[in-house]
């Protein structure tokens, strides 16, 4: 973890909103960008100059052939790697950064600091775009800035992929975990395992609304990536300086790819999961086939995904299949397994990413695996102490399938209260820990589980602006509420409508973002608080660390 130099807030508190004054030193007059603007970048930011090309172009009429005008450049010995300094004045803009990454993190700012149109994809006025000179300095206090996205509950498309890979570039966001595999559906193709996508990847219903309500919409939903088009989602989040982190579950949350093959499962199940939430049958036996399914499935993300970390789940593992499978220690199984899925990922220069219940299983646990502390801040705190490193995303902080307001119309309301305010207090290092227990958190991740999300507009309107709050929270750190928000309002949310995004109102949903159709269940935080401390009293009792 680096400790915060910024001189500008990033996202919605960027520059071309009311900035903070110290972090944004103002200059006399501006820039103004036209048709003869030039480019000029060394060859190592050629890949970032296409992109300014392509981002600034088709808004502005401006194609920024090479020449005098905007200047990028490298100084690592000056500026960390994602940091960057941008001055801009009358005669020019100046963009310096640390690395490939800090240039295109200036290069948010730069955008940020014309007006909001030069967010769309093409020309709706004429005229001067000009930006006010500046000098901004600016840095990440955290080097994981993630968000979760699950396709595997609702599957997401390839073109909706895309579109969120540009919002989380946008946002100065680095990493995207997706969620590929689970219960309700497989969307990932693995050579010699073609009933995964014919079988796995569809179901016959989803349920609408909160499971406790047992209404289902008997509508077929299915759809899967082939390895192509998550290698293009790979490339093109990488053009962006963004990292793909996939995720399949183990050995639990497999009822999909039971369904599909069921000699696989521990015990039988009954086809593809319609159900959401709870814990499933759908648990793989400890026998060979099954780890030779695993290491099938392995080494197809691994050549698909050069992220250095793959995330196997290892959470929410029900021993009882295991039980009535006559194994004499189920207990130990789920431990066990994420042992020798670390392993295979070992062997293909890969360390294991599992979710806090697996520091359950003690020893088995490799020393070097991450772990996504999502149980409040008990995993977070339990795994940093244990010598871990973590990634933060605290279900109470960072989960936006979580409710959004107090009023009846809140669409699908579910679990405790989030708002916008509760995420932008969002802090990745619990502040129980020491300086170096803190050192292990590398940052935060926001989780967008889909269950309740059957569509990129539900999405929108359940990320957002809140993600915008979290972007700021993990690059800036501690700010002030009062004034994020005049900073959201008065130019952020101008350039979400420029880019199409659904958001949320800040004072509740439009009469056609509600779902009266389909019924919540909320419940308080104090009753979420109960629920994790029972849930997470085996890690915190002693079991690691």
Known sequence: MSSSSSSVAPVASGPS??????RMTPGVGGFVLTPATGLSHPPELAGEAAWLRGALGPATGCLLPPGPGIELRLDPEALPAEGYRL?????GVDLCGGAPAGVFAGLQTLRQLLPADVFRRGRVRDGAWSMPACLIE????FGWRGVMLDVARHFVPKQDVLRFVDLLAAHRLNVLHLHLTDDQGWRIEVPGWPRLTSVGAWRT???RGARQHERFDEK???????????????AYAADRHITVVPEIDLPAHVQAAVAAYPSLGAVPVDGVRTRWGGLSDGVLAPTEEALGFCRDVLAEVCAIFPSRYVCVGGDEVPTGPWERMGHPDPGSLGGWFVAELAKMLAAHGRVVFGWDEVLAGGDAVPSDALIGGWRAEHGTIVAARAGFDVVACPDMSVYFDYRQGEAADEPIPVG????????????PVPSVLTAEEGARILGGQAQIWTEHMDSVRRIDYMAFPRMCAFAEAVWSGPGDFAEFTERLTSAHLARLDALGVEYRPLDGPHPWQTRPDAPGFPKSRAEREAELLELTENIRGGAVG
């Not at 001055?87 to 005669?91: G, I």
């Not at 600016?138 to 206090?141: H, L, V």
């Open 138 to 141: 600016d840095a990440p206090a």
């Open 220 to 234: 077929p939903h299915g759809g899967f990536y082939t390895g192509d088009d998550l290698r293009e989602i790979v």
């Open 87 to 91: 001055e801009v004045t009358a005669a």
């Open 205 to 207: 219903a989803s349920m």
């Open 416 to 427: 405790p209260l989030l708002t916008l305010a509760d995420v932008y207090a969002f802090r």
């Open 17 to 22: 909103v009311v900035p903070r004054p110290a």
